[in-house]
């Protein structure tokens, strides 16, 4: 009970009017972001399961999806790091490190969730290149649907869903 009054006091504490419209900001971009990173990640699966299915050879698109993907997850990387040294949020765990780790809705942004969308992202990042690097266009299809995926998987579980049971956020800001 003491905790979550300390909580909600240091989140109505005066911050810089310009802070806040920035925090605000960037929440909206980080969360809209996420489902251009999902969308992206899904089309390149597609495309990399049906080349194999299809036994085609990996063209220019096939190429643009697996580049676009790793620049969208990028993009949403910097908007993530931005977010962390903004956020009410992080800046309560990093300031009252001992109150914060009992309320896992805290911890969770703070550690779980960078934590495991950096591993995504890192994931992303090999498969862009190690598909890029392949000499078959065969391999070059299964390297990006197995790394992909794999980033796929480890950033649904970190999203914050309404209906997630870490922590709860809207579709849509
Ligand atoms: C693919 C990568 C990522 C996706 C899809 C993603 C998605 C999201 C979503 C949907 C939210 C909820 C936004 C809202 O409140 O409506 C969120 C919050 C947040 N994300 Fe990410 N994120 C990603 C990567 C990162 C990374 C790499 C970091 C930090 C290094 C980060 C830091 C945060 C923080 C601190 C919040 C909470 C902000 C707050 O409520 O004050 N995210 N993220």
Redesign the pocket.
């Known amino acids: 009970m003491t905790q979550n009054i300390l909580i909600s006091m240091f989140f109505n504490l005066p911050l810089l009017r310009q802070t806040k419209i920035m925090?605000q900001t960037l929440?909206v971009y980080?969360?809209l972001?996420?489902w251009l990173?999902?969308l992206s990640l899904i089309l390149s699966l597609i495309t990399a399961c049906s080349g194999l299915w299809k036994r085609r050879s990996f063209s220019k698109t096939d190429n643009a999806i697996r580049h676009w993907t790793a620049t969208i997850?990028h993009i949403?990387?910097i908007?993530?790091?931005l977010?962390?040294a903004q956020?009410?949020?992080?800046r309560f765990f990093r300031e009252h490190n001992a109150e914060a780790r009992q309320q896992f809705d805290i911890t969770f942004?703070?550690v779980i969730?960078?934590i495991l969308?950096?591993v995504?992202?890192v994931l992303i990042t090999m498969g862009s290149a190690l598909s890029k690097r392949r000499h078959t266009d065969r391999h070059k299809f299964r390297t990006m649907a197995l790394w992909y995926a794999l980033a796929l998987l480890i950033?649904f579980i970190?999203?914050?869903w309404p209906f997630s049971p870490f922590a709860a956020?809207?579709y849509i800001?």
């Open positions: 925090y929440t980080h969360s972001l996420r990173v999902l997850a949403q990387l908007a993530g790091i977010l962390y956020s009410p949020v992080t942004f703070s969730h960078a969308m950096l995504a992202i950033i970190a999203i914050p956020r809207p800001r």
